[in-house]
């Protein structure tokens, strides 16, 4: 079959390889189910694919008849999900689909680490990334901070609700040095003061480079490029969240910090303080629901410079 193309489990390895081919010709068009639907029976098309590369991932986008710049799929990823999720991966990976959102579907530890794989892929050019409320657990997290490492496209990654726990927190902030990314979620994962200390550790390695220009402070090579960090609602206590005051006191990088909805306490809320007296790049910090005493927040609040924000309670 070739036009409309449409394969069948009775295909054998070699059809599947002139199938492959031919979704790299122009023209071609699929029928039936979008790749996002497909069954565990394309597999084997689509390792050949990705060892076509990029041709092959646009040859598939065209076939498919899609546009746009991101994929919106949470909730909506059928068939095989380990199938689907692949085909997705190589699909938003070029052209101009760049964001993908693969929320709530499911996904665990097995489709992790094909996230992992379509890191890996220099022709995958994925740039924002919603893997948020799957079960992704501690080992899917190790699989995909492995591709971060490597990775140089993703610049927006969200695990939030992912069961990650402090290993998994540990096993991203390890990668944060060589990945690229600048924006990261990770509420509600239970990374505890274990979890917040290793980002703590990474966050020194956001440091003013020596020089500093009028338009702006400049990143040191392989620095920590992260500008924006949520780790709300995780079991975060005095030890954790005092650990993030001092890495703030030489960061020079991050703009936004969410530690709302832990348990940071005065103990927590008087080293942020601290840190605010020498931190000139944050921009936004969110405190609410910590039990931060009103006195606390009052001495909190008067370290503030006009342009940071700081919510210790809720309107």
Sequence with gaps: ??????????????????????????????????????????????SMGEQMGEPFA?????????GGSSFGLSRQLGGDRATALRAVLLLGGVGGGKEIDVSRNALGPEEAALVSRALTLRWVGVTKLNLSNNNIGCKGCGSIANGLKVNTALTT??????????????????????????????????IGDTGAAAFAQALKGSAMAPSVSRIGVHIA????????????????????????AKALQANAVLTNLNLEHNRIGDC???AMAEALKTNLVLSSLWLADNSISVIRAEILMRELRSSLTVEVFRA
């Design 1 to 46: 079959q070739t036009e409309p193309l449409q394969l069948q489990s009775s295909h054998l390895s070699f059809q599947e390889y002139f199938a492959a081919k031919h979704l790299c010709e122009e023209g071609t068009r699929l029928s039936g189910a979008p790749p996002w639907l497909w069954h565990a029976w394309w597999a084997n098309l689509l």
């Design 157 to 190: 990654l969200s695990l939030g609700h992912n069961d990650i726990g402090s290993d998994g927190a540990v096993a991203i902030a390890e990668a944060l040095e060589a990945s690229a990314l600048i924006k990261l979620d990770l509420r509600g994962n239970s």
């Design 268 to 270: 927590g809320a008087t």
């Design 58 to 66: 646009r040859g598939l986008r065209q076939a498919a008849g899609i």
């Design 221 to 244: 090579e392989g620095a920590v490029k992260l500008a924006s960090l949520n780790l709300s609602s995780n079991r975060i206590g005095p030890d954790g969240s005092t650990a993030i």
